[in-house]
């Protein structure tokens, strides 16, 4: 099971970026799909992005599709979220997962997490 540790979250001002960070462990990383999804206070985890374990494959959510960009590099066990153009109702909790099996775009093909990240855009 792989472990999983995000970064880079923090407050920043609406339409300033960041860029999240996700720091895998195990050697089975390079053949796993990535996600990312985010918590909103009193909402439901939602989808965000996601990428195969090549990079062959990525799905954006359309709510956020132009402005972020997910990658990974496998030979540093890590993925990232580039956010631009930061909303206010950006603001949520970010979540790594990694994919494994089923449809990229629910939460429940996703069986490992990390502990999240806070984004927080001000107005």
């Known amino acids: 099971q792989v472990q999983l540790a995000e970064s880079g979250g923090g407050l920043v001002q609406a339409g300033g970026s960041l860029r999240l960070s996700c720091a895998a462990s195990?050697?089975?990383?390079?053949?796993?799909?990535m996600g990312w999804f985010r918590q909103a206070p009193g909402k439901e985890r939602e989808f965000v992005a996601a990428?195969?374990?090549?990079?062959?494959?990525?799905y954006i959510d359309a709510a956020v599709k132009g402005r972020f960009t997910i990658s990974r590099d496998n030979a540093k066990n890590t993925v990232h979220l580039q956010m631009n153009s930061l909303k206010p109702e950006d603001t949520a909790v970010y979540y790594c997962a990694a994919h494994s099996g089923g449809s990229y775009l629910k939460r429940e093909s996703f069986g490992s997490w990390g502990q999240g990240t806070q984004v927080t855009v001000s107005s």
């Open positions: 195990g050697r089975t990383f390079s053949s796993i799909g």
């Open positions: 990428i195969t374990w090549n990079g062959g494959m990525i």
